[in-house]
């Protein structure tokens, strides 16, 4: 009897099977998400315009990559005064969204220092509270030492429109109240976002805040 023909099919079979279950080491190793992978940047500039005082504006850029926070202001802190940032991004939950990024920073110009921070955004919906604070260590004057805030609680009924309330507290001009208080009505559009602030309303002159903004 010739066991040609059977031997050939059993090799066959064999080689076909381990063919099949032979590990696909592309699929089995996990790929780190491609965002990861990439830079992504923004850049704002806010321009105040102060009742009794300098109108001035206020720019900012911020870039991401993974975990990694960069970031720079100007005339955030102090009018003639810069800081640069390196942060740390965490983030959790997606019905209920928590995104929180602590920062360590230094500040350089008109005032001097260090100065620990942070970024945070929580989300619900379409309502969202975003705030950064930071406190700034006056290296020249330890009685200028000062707490900033901005904070943000808007509501949005579509993609492209929201409105809220926002505060404020800064000693970037001077005002009668210690913290800021107010109105906010933002847009958006592809890559572009533009918001206007209305501080202190009830006051005889408020100040009143543009900005724009763009991602890429």
Known sequence: MNRTPILIAAILTLATAAGAQEPDDKAQ???PPAAAKKWSFSASA???????GQDYVQPAFKADRGRLHLEARYNYEDRGTASVWAGYNFSVGEKISFEFTPMIGGVFGDTNGV???FEMTLGWRKLEFYSES???FDSEDHSANF?????????APADWFRFGLVAQRTR???TDLDVQRGLLLGLSYKWADFGAYLFNPDLDKPTFVLSAAVNF
């Open 147 to 155: 707490a900033y805030t901005w904070s943000e609680l808007s509501l």
């Open 29 to 31: 190793t996990p790929q």
């Open 172 to 174: 970037a001009y001077q």
């Open 115 to 117: 100065a620990p921070g």
């Open 134 to 136: 930071e406190y700034v």
């Open 46 to 52: 806010y321009t105040y315009f102060v009742p009794d």
